[in-house]
């Protein structure tokens, strides 16, 4: 199993920023991909951002410039540095780990309101 340290989320105003991060224990394995997604209520997870032990990285298409994904190795920690947020980035953000097998392991949650 695969347990989850979340962090960073908040309440924030519009145009502000908020870093989250994310450590695995447990059967963590490399190459791994790890990431965050989003769930806002009433709709479907989408990807935020992933990043890989090679430093690939993907983002969804809202991000537009305004996320950042990066990892420390040696904490194998992920980090998502997220500016200019919007309303529309309210929802709760959930870290996801992939094994080289492809399962995939989901942490809990950490909520990000974005409100004046």
């Known amino acids: 199993q695969v347990q989850f340290m979340e962090s960073g989320g908040g309440l924030v105003q519009p145009g502000g920023s908020l870093r989250l991060s994310c450590t695995p224990s447990?059967?963590?394995?490399?190459?791994?991909?790890m990431g965050w997604y989003r769930q806002a209520p009433g709709k479907q997870r989408d990807l935020v951002a992933t990043?890989?032990?090679?430093?690939?990285?993907s983002y969804g298409d809202f991000v537009k410039g305004r996320f950042t994904i990066s990892r420390d190795d040696a904490k194998s920690t992920i980090f998502l540095q997220m500016d200019s947020l919007k309303p529309e980035d309210t929802a709760t953000y959930y870290c996801m780990y992939r094994t080289p097998s492809n399962e995939e392991y989901w942490g809990q949650g950490t909520q990000v309101t974005v409100s004046s």
């Open positions: 990043i890989t032990t090679g430093e690939l990285v």
């Open positions: 447990g059967r963590v394995f490399r190459p791994y991909t």
